[in-house]
């Protein structure tokens, strides 16, 4: 599972990732975490399959998923004291809540 987590210039981002890589790992998860910029999930094929996104990016979040959904990824939109969780288990239990729907949607009822 890759999830690429987005803010605006890729510093912040940077911390909720390797947060995130930290907690997958202690949890024995395979994810490939990596933060970048939102101009990433439009011009990289293989962008990721959740796209995790800053805050501080609401007013572009219709975008970003617009772009995500053209590659079949799931989009969260991360909560404002995301940059409180140090050890990286509530931004994991987002990551896990998106993977856990988007398959809902993809089984055939």
Known sequence: MKILV???AGASSTFVA???R???QREGRDLFVRAGVPGMVATEADAGDVVL???HLASALSDIERDAATRQASTVLLPEDVFGDRDG????ALVTA???ADR???TPR
């Open 104 to 106: 809902s949607e993809r």
């Open 18 to 20: 390797q947060r995130l």
């Open 98 to 100: 998106a993977m856990a």
């Open 22 to 24: 930290h907690a997958a």
């Open 89 to 92: 288990i509530r931004t994991l």
């Open 53 to 55: 996104v800053g805050p």
């Open 6 to 8: 987005v803010c605006g």
